[in-house]
C-alpha cells in the first residue's frame, strides 16, 4: 500500500466530517513582521519541540519547529526565541505549568489541551485571542481573517466558556486500540467488537501466556480516563438531557465532552442528578476493575513508553493509544510483527444490565500537538504584539502543514493541500462516531478532584477499598470541587 492517500482522498476523509473548503490558500511570500524593539520569546511546543536524533532514539524525532523558528528569526532580527524543553505530559507538565503562570511567567507562546486552557480562564492567565482572529494573518496571500485560515472544528473547540478563543488546536487525532496480529491470527482471534468478546479475547490471550494489555497508570493517567469516557457516554446515553437539565437527547459532536459543560455539570452535582450513588455510576468503575484482570501486573509503575516497549517486543497483545502512537510503532526497529488496531467495544446487555447498545465514542477531535496559546502575561511583558504574529507564522498554512507532517501523528486542522497517512486515517475516520458528551475526572471539575478520583480509583482496582467505599469518597470530593468551581466562577447555582 502507498504511504499516502491522495489529496482526492484525504478531502474526502476529512469532508465526512463538515469540513468544507479544505483546499483553500496558497503560497506565502513571509512578510517580515512590524516588531521595532528587541523581544525575547519563551515558547512551549509540547510534542512538537525538536531535537537531535539520539544512538538510542528508534525513531526520527521532530526538528521542524527549527526551520520555522529559524525562518522567523532571520526574517525579524528583532526577536529571538527560545524553545523550552518538553516535559512528560502528566504531573510534572501540570506542576511546572500552574507555577509558571502563578508567578507571572507563563510561556509567552505556550501549548495546553483546550479543556485545560477553558478550565482556568477565569484565572486570567491567556490572552485573549478572538480580536486577532478577525483580523488578518500577513503570512497568508489574500486573508483578511486569521480564523477562516483554520477548518471549523478549530475555532469551535478553542472557544471558551465565556464565548472568547483562547486557545487554538491545530492537530486533529482520534484513537484505537493496536493489537498484535501475530497473536491474534496464533490464537484464532478476529478483533473484538462488543464488551464481553473483549473480555473472552483477553481470556484466550491470558491463557496462552501472553499479557493481553499494557495498561499504564503512572504519569499522566489518561488510558484510565479515556476508558471511563466511553462507558459512561454509552451507560448514561438516556441519561444525559437530565443530567444537562433540559430533559432531551444529548448529541455527539467532535468536540469532546460538549454535550455538557463544566457549569452544567457543576449545576448536576448540587442538586443530586450527578452522583455516585447511581448504580450506572458505579457500573463503571466495576467494568474497569472487571478488565484489570488482564492487564500486566506492573500497571500501576507503568508509563506510556513502558507500555509501548511491552507492545512492541511482543510481550503484551494490545495498548491503547492514538494516531501519535502510529509512527513510533511504524518505524520501531524492536517491532516484529503485523499490527492492526480496532475500536474500544460496545458494552452490551451480555456485560451489563444499564447497556444501551450504542457504539462506544471516540476520543480525540482538535486535541493532537499544537494547541497554541499566548499568556496574558506578554501584555505587561511588552511582548504581545510579537507572540500573535509568531503565533500567525507558524500556523499559516505553509507552515503548519509541513510542521504536523514532520511529527507524523496528526492531521493539521488548516485549510491547505497535504497527504494523510494511510496508518492514521482509520483514526479520524472513528471521529465520525462523535466524541463523548460528558467528562468523568481528568478535566470535568479540579485538578485536586482529579487527583484524588485518580487515588481513589486506584485503591478501588488493587482491592483496598470497596465499590461503596470508594464511590461515597469520590461524591465527597465531588461535591467539593462543585463548591469550588462555584466560588472560582462566580456562577449563580445554589
Do not use: C
Amino acid at each position: 500500500m502507498n504511504r499516502y492517500y491522495s489529496r482526492a482522498f484525504a478531502a474526502i476523509v476529512l469532508l465526512a466530517f463538515g469540513f468544507a473548503g479544505l483546499f483553500a490558500g496558497g503560497k506565502s511570500e513571509r512578510p517580515g513582521a512590524a516588531t521595532q524593539a528587541e523581544h525575547h520569546l519563551r515558547i512551549y511546543v509540547g510534542e512538537l519541540t525538536p531535537r537531535t536524533r539520539t544512538a538510542s532514539d528508534r525513531w526520527d524525532p521532530p526538528s521542524y519547529m527549527n526551520v520555522l523558528v529559524d525562518r522567523y528569526v532571520e526574517m525579524n532580527p528583532n526577536v529571538s526565541i527560545e524553545i523550552l524543553p518538553e516535559l512528560p505530559a502528566g504531573d510534572e507538565f501540570e506542576t511546572w505549568v500552574t507555577t509558571q503562570y502563578l508567578a507571572g511567567r507563563g510561556p509567552d507562546v505556550g501549548t495546553q489541551l483546550f479543556s485545560e486552557v477553558h478550565r482556568h480562564v477565569a484565572r486570567g492567565w491567556y490572552l485573549n485571542l478572538t480580536p486577532y482572529l478577525d483580523e488578518p494573518n500577513p503570512y497568508v496571500p489574500g486573508n483578511t481573517r486569521w480564523r477562516d485560515t483554520f477548518l471549523p472544528g478549530v475555532i469551535n473547540t478553542g472557544t471558551g466558556p465565556d464565548g472568547n478563543v483562547y486557545v487554538i488546536p491545530t492537530g486533529l487525532v482520534g484513537t484505537a486500540i493496536f493489537y498484535n496480529q501475530d497473536i491474534f491470527d496464533e490464537l484464532g482471534l478476529t478483533p473484538p467488537e462488543t464488551w464481553a468478546e473483549f473480555i473472552t479475547t483477553q481470556e484466550t490471550i491470558k491463557d496462552a501466556g501472553y499479557v493481553p494489555f499494557a495498561f499504564h497508570m503512572a504519569g499522566n493517567p489518561y488510558q484510565a480516563n479515556w476508558a471511563l469516557r466511553s462507558m459512561q457516554d454509552m451507560l448514561f446515553d438516556g441519561e444525559l438531557g437530565r443530567i444537562k437539565g433540559t430533559n432531551e437527547p444529548v448529541e455527539r459532536t467532535t468536540i469532546e465532552a460538549e454535550g455538557i459543560s463544566q457549569k452544567e455539570l457543576v449545576a448536576a452535582i448540587r442538586n443530586g442528578e450527578y452522583t455516585t450513588t447511581d448504580p450506572r455510576w458505579q457500573e463503571q468503575l466495576r467494568l474497569l476493575k472487571v478488565w484489570s484482570a488482564y492487564w500486566d501486573p506492573s500497571w500501576l509503575s507503568m508509563n506510556v513508553d513502558d507500555a509501548h516497549r511491552m507492545f512492541v517486543t511482543g510481550r503484551s497483545a494490545m495498548m491503547w493509544h492514538s494516531s501519535g502512537r502510529v509512527r513510533p510503532i511504524e518505524t520501531d526497529t524492536l517491532r516484529r510483527f503485523e499490527y492492526g488496531t480496532f475500536a474500544f467495544p460496545r458494552i452490551t446487555s451480555e456485560s451489563s444490565r444499564f447497556a444501551t447498545g450504542i457504539d462506544a465514542p471516540a476520543i480525540g477531535g482538535f486535541t493532537g500537538a499544537g494547541p497554541f496559546n499566548i499568556a496574558a502575561g506578554t501584555v505587561g511583558r511588552g511582548l504581545k504584539d510579537p507572540a500573535v504574529d509568531f503565533l500567525r507564522f507558524i500556523t499559516a498554512p505553509d507552515n503548519l502543514i509541513p510542521l504536523h507532517a514532520d511529527l507524523g501523528a496528526y492531521v493539521p486542522g488548516v485549510r491547505g493541500e497535504f497527504d494523510v497517512a494511510p496508518e492514521i486515517a482509520p483514526f479520524i475516520e472513528s471521529l465520525a462516531r462523535g466524541t463523548f458528551r460528558i467528562e468523568s475526572f481528568f478535566r470535568g471539575l479540579t485538578r485536586e478532584y482529579s487527583d484524588q478520583f485518580v487515588r481513589t480509583l486506584q485503591e478501588y482496582l488493587l482491592d483496598r477499598t470497596s465499590l461503596e467505599q470508594a464511590s461515597r469518597d469520590i461524591q465527597g470530593y465531588m461535591d467539593q470541587a462543585a463548591v469550588e468551581l462555584i466560588e472560582l466562577n462566580g456562577w449563580d447555582i445554589p
